[in-house]
């Protein structure tokens, strides 16, 4: 992720700007940092997790998004595309042009080389304002891993991981079970490497 823009702009000035670009953007307090593209890996395992919580919540009011929904943290705060949204009751938007949720009840983030440490800190710990949250999912690319943190009373955070493509993750908000097979359906990991 790089730095698009150095001056500073108003979140109204991004969303313009964003809503009449070509590629996506992520806004945090003013500066707009141009996206990478996924790799073939980390769109089939979008792909299926959200294919396996669409198939779970179908006859639930719960809405699962792709990356193409933009997320808003905050007004003036961080405006980024969650790899996937799940959200359980009456969405919330940002203003009426209805393309940036406020409230969602899951966020998932597909981790990746060059983004697993800004996932997992400066993002995680922005995901975690948001009021409505109550549970984020990092999924692994290199081998069949979920970690899940789950909200608690006074803002903590219960770390849960589930290993293994025999084995399946909980959401608890969600109230469903997800296989790792599924979620790592036609997923080729490198082989096994035994450090020296």
């Given at each position: 992720?790089?730095?698009?823009?150095?001056?500073?702009?108003?979140?109204?000035?991004?969303?313009?700007?964003?809503?009449?670009?070509?590629?996506?953007?992520?806004?945090?307090?003013?500066?707009?940092?141009?996206?990478?593209?996924?790799?073939?890996?980390?769109?089939?395992?979008?792909?299926?997790?959200?294919?396996?919580?669409?198939?779970?919540?179908?006859?639930?009011?719960?809405?699962?998004?792709?990356?193409?929904?933009?997320?808003?943290?905050?007004?003036?705060?961080?405006?980024?595309?969650?790899?996937?949204?799940?959200l359980c009751g009456e969405p919330l938007f940002a203003d009426d042009q209805k393309d940036t949720l406020t409230n969602p009840t899951v966020?998932?983030?597909?981790?990746?080389?060059?983004?697993?440490?800004?996932?997992?800190?400066?993002?995680?710990?922005?995901?975690?304002?948001?009021?409505?949250?109550?549970?984020?999912?990092?999924?692994?690319?290199?081998?069949?891993?979920?970690?899940?943190?789950?909200?608690?009373?006074?803002?903590?955070?219960?770390?849960?991981?589930?290993?293994?493509?025999?084995?399946?993750?909980?959401?608890?908000?969600?109230?469903?079970?997800?296989?790792?097979?599924?979620?790592?359906?036609?997923?080729?990991?490198?082989?096994?490497?035994?450090?020296?």
């Amino acid at each position: 992720m790089s730095v698009h823009s150095l001056a500073l702009i108003t979140p109204e000035q991004y969303l313009e700007a964003e809503r009449k670009a070509e590629y996506k953007s992520e806004y945090y307090q003013g500066v707009v940092y141009a996206m990478a593209g996924g790799s073939p890996v980390h769109s089939l395992i979008a792909m299926n997790l959200g294919g396996e919580l669409r198939q779970a919540l179908k006859k639930r009011r719960c809405f699962v998004y792709s990356s193409d929904l933009r997320l808003r943290v905050t007004p003036a705060g961080l405006y980024t595309y969650p790899d996937i949204q799940v959200l359980c009751g009456e969405p919330l938007f940002a203003d009426d042009q209805k393309d940036t949720l406020t409230n969602p009840t899951v966020v998932v983030e597909i981790l990746s080389k060059s983004t697993e440490a800004r996932d997992r800190g400066f993002k995680f710990s922005q995901y975690r304002k948001i009021e409505s949250l109550q549970e984020c999912f990092l999924v692994s690319q290199l081998e069949p891993r979920v970690e899940r943190y789950l909200r608690q009373p006074g803002d903590q955070w219960l770390l849960t991981e589930s290993t293994g493509l025999d084995g399946s993750f909980r959401s608890e908000s969600l109230a469903c079970s997800i296989p790792l097979a599924e979620v790592y359906d036609k997923v080729e990991f490198a082989p096994e490497t035994t450090p020296l």
